[in-house]
């Protein structure tokens, strides 16, 4: 399975940006989906999950109420919409696609990985 990830920039703080993801293999629809994010000098970072159906999602703290993710039911595209970006979200955004048919926060269900979009948010 292949992911490309697009639509990372570089915004003011209080912008909105919405990444997309777009897997290779139409099986990934029967897969949930995730966003990570990671810092330069800092651990991955779960952001948020969303089921096969795209109706169950889950969020990390920091990015909940401010970020939603979505995807059409069974579909192996996903979308991140960020919105009220903070200079502390400025990251490298991974989608993944997880073994499970749920989003879930652990890194190590997620087997199949896109190269990441810059997002970059200035005060």
């Known amino acids: 399975v292949q992911l490309q990830a697009s639509g990372g920039g570089s915004v003011q703080a209080g912008a909105s940006l919405r990444l997309s993801c777009a897997a290779s293999?139409?099986?990934?629809?029967?897969?949930?989906m995730g966003w990570f994010r990671q810092a330069p000098g800092k651990e991955r970072e779960f952001v948020a999950g969303i089921n096969w159906r795209g109706d169950s999602t889950v969020y990390g703290d920091s990015v909940k109420d401010r970020f939603t993710i979505s995807r059409e039911y069974g579909k192996s595209t996903v979308y991140l919409q960020l919105n009220s970006l903070k200079p502390e979200d400025t990251a490298v955004y991974y989608c993944?696609?997880?073994?499970?048919?749920?989003?879930?926060?652990?890194?190590?269900?997620?087997?199949?990985w896109g190269q990441g979009t810059q997002v970059t948010v200035s005060s």
């Open positions: 293999r139409r099986t990934a629809s029967n897969n949930g």
């Open positions: 993944a696609v997880n073994r499970r048919s749920w989003g879930t926060p652990q890194s190590d269900d997620y087997p199949y």
